[in-house]
């Protein structure tokens, strides 16, 4: 069992930034990849970005070039830099991990998801 809670969220004005946090407890050791997802009122949850093992990263075409993800192995956290902000950006943000072998764009096979944290832009 994975245990990831996110933080960081909160209300900003278009243009601003965000700094979202998720850390992960349990067996971490078999985190193998990480998710960063967000669900808007409506619509079906999308990946915004992907951290694979191995330095593996991709970060969904709509926030490429003003969200970066990271994360830090040692201290079991996974972070997303969300800058230049769109009222279009608002949503709940989840982190989520993937215990196989993969790194997948699709929601459906991460294990475990944190429970989420809400992004509001205003125009």
């Known amino acids: 069992q994975v245990q990831l809670v996110e933080s960081g969220g909160g209300s900003v004005q278009a243009g601003g930034s965000l700094r979202l946090s998720c850390g992960y407890s349990?067996?971490?050791?078999?985190?193998?990849?990480v998710g960063w997802f967000r669900q808007a009122p409506g619509k079906e949850r999308e990946a915004v970005a992907r951290?694979?093992?191995?330095?593996?990263?991709h970060i969904s075409s709509f926030a490429t070039g003003r969200f970066n993800a990271s994360r830090d192995n040692l201290k079991n956290t996974a972070f997303l830099q969300m800058n230049s902000l769109k009222p279009e950006d608002s949503a709940v943000y989840y982190c989520a991990v993937i215990t196989s072998p993969a790194c997948p764009l699709d929601a459906d096979p991460y294990n475990f998801w944190g429970q989420g944290t809400q992004v509001t832009v205003s125009a």
């Open positions: 951290l694979g093992p191995f330095g593996f990263k």
């Open positions: 349990g067996d971490t050791a078999s985190a193998n990849a």
